[in-house]
T-cell receptor, first 112, second 113 residues
Framework: GQSLEQPSEVTAVEGAIVQINCTYQ??????LSWYQQHDGGAPTFLSYNALDGLEETGRFSSFLSRSDSYGYLLLQELQMKDSASYFCAPLISSGSARQLTFGSGTQLTVLP | DVKVTQSSRYLVKRTGEKVFLECVQD?????MFWYRQDPGLGLRLIYFSYDVKMKEKGDIPEGYSVSREKKERFSLILESASTNQTSMYLCASSVLSDNSPLHFGNGTRLTVT
């Protein structure tokens, strides 16, 4: 079967670094995406890793290890506006197409 | 800027009613998706479509159907609404590429009483 795990909550202080882990067990895996969603808002795309390694985009980085079925999102220099839910989403094959399967999300709270 | 528009922000329907949720995107995207979001369960895929008149079942298609007669419009249909379909429904679109991000609408909060 398929499974997807990420922590339900993470709390950190402004200026700190936080890592949100994601482990997945799925067949037909193509890559791993991360999305951010503020309360009452729509999810927005942060990153996509197709290959092993670290991808950096400003204060946010995303890592993938296909052999370990593991990835993480790293947020540096945390700001209050980073308080949101973060979803990992493996891209998997589905019939003749591909689909994103979302985890249950990690609620990040940034404290002053 | 990509715009995905869902016809209603809030909707209240009665059990047994037929419900239509409409979604329109303005960027000529091939892919369109319907997710529902519930606390603690994240986003779960109901149906998606990668071309006009094409549809694929997602993880939780039971009780739902979809229609894609035009490329820009993807409709979610609840044939006979039930209280367990009370949820936030999110539509999204993307181009046909693995690393293409999903662009989400603002969601429709459906309450079935």
């Amino acid at each position: 079967g398929q499974s997807l795990e990420q922590p339900s909550e993470v709390t950190a202080v402004e200026g700190a670094i936080v890592q949100i882990n994601c482990t997945y067990q799925t067949s037909g895996f193509y890559g791993l995406s991360w999305y951010q969603q503020h309360d009452g808002g729509a999810p927005t795309f942060l990153s996509y890793n197709a290959l092993d390694g670290l991808e950096e985009t400003g204060r946010f980085s995303s890592f993938l290890s296909r052999s370990d079925s593991y990835g993480y999102l790293l947020l540096q220099e945390l700001q209050m506006k980073d308080s949101a839910s973060y979803f990992c989403a493996p891209l998997i094959s589905s019939g003749s197409a591909r689909q994103l399967t979302f985890g249950s999300g990690t609620q990040l709270t940034v404290l002053p | 800027d990509v715009k995905v528009t869902q016809s209603s922000r809030y909707l209240v329907k009665r059990t047994g009613e037929k419900v239509f949720l409409e979604c329109v995107q303005d960027m000529d995207h091939e892919n369109m998706f319907w997710y529902r979001q519930d606390p603690g369960l994240g986003l779960r895929l109901i149906y998606f479509s990668y071309d006009v008149k094409m549809k694929e079942k997602g993880d939780i298609p039971e009780g739902y159907s979809v229609s894609r007669e035009k490329k820009e419009r993807f409709s979610l249909i609840l044939e006979s609404a039930s209280t367990n379909q009370t949820s936030m429904y999110l539509c999204a679109s993307s181009v046909l590429s693995d690393n293409s991000p999903l662009h989400f609408g603002n969601g429709t909060r459906l309450t079935v009483t």
